[in-house]
């Protein structure tokens, strides 16, 4: 089977120079399958506890299909060295070596006599863990920044290089001041010669997601709405507030707040929800959660092949979930009947659902009262810190439409009024999941769907109104 494959692809190759670019794509399996993956994930390359290979190949060994790896604000093209002296009750280079034999662990000295370990680039570990149509390690880089207190992170997923960071007076500067640059990254790239000729000759798709906004509180849904650069943020992060308190709201209420700024006032798409791991602890798995350890919150991604291209490119224009566990077979938006259907995979597990299908009319009002001022308690030396807090917004944004209880499968036929709907499936007969105290369903969240009549209405009509300005 593998030397077919080898063979299909030398052939594919001298295809490839012979014809266009557009004729190459029939050589592929034209169908669309979901590949499960991590977009969010640490290594010895920053704060995380394992060797870049070793964090990859926990994902290759549990089942998923891709890996996206966003050390803070280092994307690593040469190999570099690290005293990992300090881990020695995990044992990383003993596991590293039982995973890819003693050969692979190199070590040296420095001018102090200290053991350093070998840390491959990200291109290196690529070539090491990436299996043709089963595994593929994407790299990618935590844009790690700040405004005052307040933590401005956002992952950038397929990168060439370390992209960097600058830090502005407040959280919006900040956040939009670094997602322009990891577009201007996007922008800059020029394929090497031997890619022009295979089948995405001319661009390399950047995704760029929002992480943890509720994580100190951090970001705001105006701040998700107007970091307009961003395609994506973060819904769930393992133990970051993801269910507001009682003076912030959820991350899912956000969500819904910055869809229908995005489309009534910044007339442009909804910014995608992606549930990922943050993953920096590899070894310690505790009964209590607590640690940032693998296998969490994950993407389902919708595509005809496992490469950087296709993933990147399908997490950019919507077309995956988030999940904590629950597993779709079908996510289908007809737009010529308005229909959106969603179906439970057969093989999930779980025993019974509830499906809800939650939007927000066009004619909603964006009228907002600012919420009542709150001050969390500050880690350095007792002072209290005003904390950022989205507004308050009419109860129709994000409204459940229709529960549908009982059964593996829902379709629901948007009104002609709707702005979008979205779905969410919850495996009822799980408990959830605890993490740092609060607990989490076991479920899936599509993204809007049948928002584009509306943004071309919406856009249509501002025209006018500029026209009739002037
Ligand atoms: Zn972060
Ligand atoms: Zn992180």
Excluded at 225 to 230: G, K, M, P, S, V
Excluded at 415 to 434: F, I, N
Aim: net charge positive; hydrophobic share 35%.
């Amino acid at each position: 089977m593998k030397r077919l494959i080898v063979l299909t692809l030398l052939l594919a190759g001298v295809a490839a120079q012979m014809s266009p670019p557009a004729m190459a794509l029939g050589r592929y399996d034209r169908t669309q399958k979901w590949y499960c993956g991590n977009t969010h994930m640490h290594s010895f390359w920053s704060d995380g506890n394992h060797f870049p290979e070793m964090a990859a190949s926990w994902y290759k060994n549990n089942g998923y299909q891709f890996v996206v790896l966003t050390d803070h604000n280092n994307r690593p093209t040469e190999e570099g060295w690290k005293d990992i002296s300090r881990y020695k009750a995990e044992d990383p280079a003993g596991t590293l070596a039982n995973e890819f034999g003693h050969d692979h662990v190199k070590t040296k000295q420095d001018a102090k006599g200290k053991t350093l370990h070998r840390l491959l680039s990200y291109d290196a570990v690529s070539k090491l863990v990436n299996a043709h149509g089963e595994f593929l390690f994407i790299p990618g880089e935590e844009l790690t920044s700040k405004a005052g207190r307040n933590p401005v992170h956002m992952s950038a997923i397929n990168t060439g290089k370390t992209i960097g960071v600058v830090q502005k007076g407040t959280v919006l500067e900040t956040a939009k001041a670094n997602a322009a640059r990891a577009r201007a990254h996007e922008k800059s790239y020029t394929p090497p010669n031997t890619l022009r000729q295979m089948d995405h000759p001319d661009t390399r798709p950047l995704f760029l997601q929002l992480n943890h906004p509720n994580w100190r509180w951090d970001m705001t849904a105006e701040v998700l709405a107007a970091t307009t650069d961003a395609d994506g943020f973060e819904l769930i992060n393992p133990g970051c507030h993801n269910l507001g308190d009682a003076h912030s709201p959820s991350t899912e209420r956000m969500w819904d707040i910055a869809t229908t700024l995005r489309l009534k006032e910044f007339l442009t798409k909804p910014i995608w929800a992606v549930a990922s791991d943050d993953t920096h602890n590899y070894h310690d798995f505790e009964k209590n959660a607590t640690k940032a350890n693998p296998g969490r919150g994950f993407v389902m991604v919708r595509t005809t092949v496992l490469s950087t291209y296709h993933i990147s490119q399908a997490l950019k224009v919507g077309n995956f979930y988030a999940s904590t566990g629950v597993v779709l077979k079908t996510v289908e938006f007809d737009p010529k009947t308005r229909e959106l259907t969603v179906e439970v995979d057969p093989a999930d597990g779980g025993k019974s659902y509830t499906i809800e299908f939650i939007g927000t009319s066009k004619t909603v009002s964006m009228d907002s009262t600012p919420a009542p001022a709150h001050r969390d308690k500050s880690k350095g030396k007792g002072k209290s810190v005003p904390r950022k807090i989205t507004r308050i917004y009419s109860k129709e944004i994000g409204k459940v439409l229709q529960t549908v209880k009982g059964k593996t499968a829902a379709t629901f036929k948007l009104p002609a009024d709707l702005l979008y709907v979205r779905c969410k499936v919850t495996d009822t007969s799980h408990k959830g999941y605890t993490w740092r105290g609060e607990t989490i369903p076991r479920a899936a969240w599509t993204q809007p769907v049948g928002w584009e009549p509306a943004l071309a209405e919406l856009k249509a009509a501002a025209k006018t109104k500029a026209k009739a300005k002037k």
